[in-house]
C-alpha cells in the first residue's frame, strides 16, 4: 500500500495535503506538482511511502533543480513511484544507458539471432541438433547447476540498484533532520519528520 503526501511551507507555518499520483509518470511530472503547491517559490517537501517497504522524498525549492532522498533504492526500484525518483544522475548511469539496453534486447532473439537473421539450412539444424544433444550430455554429467549467469530481465534491473539509502542525505538537515537522523527512519518516516517540521497537526488532518 503506498501513501504520498505533500507540504509546502508558508509564513504561518506548514500546509499539508494528500497527494494523488495517478497521473505523474516522470519527475518532471512529480516536480510540477510540487511547484504548483509552494507558496511564494517557498520549500515544498513531497513524501512518498510503499508500507514497511521504502519511503522517498522529494524537495522543491522555487526553481532549484530537485533533491531527492530514497531510504531503500533497490525495493523502489520495484516499484512504479520509486522508479520516479530514481533518475539516472540518482544512481550514477548515463542517460539513457537502460533505455539502450532494453532497446538492443528487443533486437536479439533469445537464441542470440537477430530479427530477420536466417536460421540456416536443414543440414545445419540438424548438425546443431547433434552438437547440442552431445553438449548437453557431457554437461549434465559434470554439472547439474544451473548457469549463475542467467538472469531474468527484472533481476538485472534490480541487481543494477543499490540496496540501501540513496540521494541526498542532507536533505532536511535545515529543517531539524540530520544525516544520521534520516538514515535511522524506517517504518511511518512521515510521522517523525513531520514532528521535526512542526507540521504534526496539519499532517494528521490530511491523514
Keep these: 500500500m503506498y501513501f504520498a ?5 508558508t509564513e504561518d507555518g506548514w500546509e499539508a ?26 520549500t ?3 513524501y512518498i511511502e510503499q508500507e514497511d517497504a521504502w519511503f522517498g ?4 525549492d522555487g526553481e532549484e533543480d530537485p533533491r531527492i532522498y ?3 533504492a533497490s525495493a523502489a526500484a520495484r516499484s512504479s513511484y520509486g522508479e520516479i525518483l530514481l533518475t539516472d544522475e540518482l544512481l550514477g548511469r548515463e542517460p ?37 544433444d552431445r553438449t548437453t550430455t557431457r554437461d549434465a554429467d559434470t554439472d547439474s547447476d544451473p548457469d549463475p ?22 536533505i532536511l538537515a535545515d ?10 527512519l524506517r517504518t511511518d518516516a512521515l510521522t517523525e519528520i513531520a514532528d521535526a517540521l512542526g507540521a504534526s497537526e496539519v499532517l494528521e488532518a490530511v491523514r
Design 5 to 9: 503526501a505533500l507540504l509546502a511551507r
Design 17 to 42: 495535503s494528500d497527494t494523488e499520483l495517478d497521473d505523474v509518470e516522470t519527475l518532471s511530472d512529480l516536480t510540477d506538482l510540487a511547484q504548483e503547491a509552494s507558496v511564494d517559490e517557498d
Design 44 to 46: 515544498v517537501l513531497v
Design 57 to 60: 522524498i522529494l524537495r522543491v
Design 70 to 72: 530514497v531510504s531503500d
Design 96 to 132: 539513457g544507458a537502460e533505455d539502450e539496453i532494453a532497446a538492443l534486447e528487443e533486437l536479439v532473439d533469445l537464441d542470440g539471432t537477430e530479427d530477420g537473421e536466417p536460421d540456416g539450412s536443414a543440414s545445419s539444424s540438424a548438425s546443431s541438433a547433434t552438437t547440442t
Design 149 to 170: 549467469d542467467s538472469h531474468s530481465a527484472s533481476d538485472s534491473d534490480s541487481d543494477s540498484v543499490p540496496a540501501g539509502p540513496i540521494g541526498e542525505l542532507g
Design 175 to 184: 529543517f531539524g533532520v540530520s544525516e544520521k537522523d534520516l538514515l535511522t
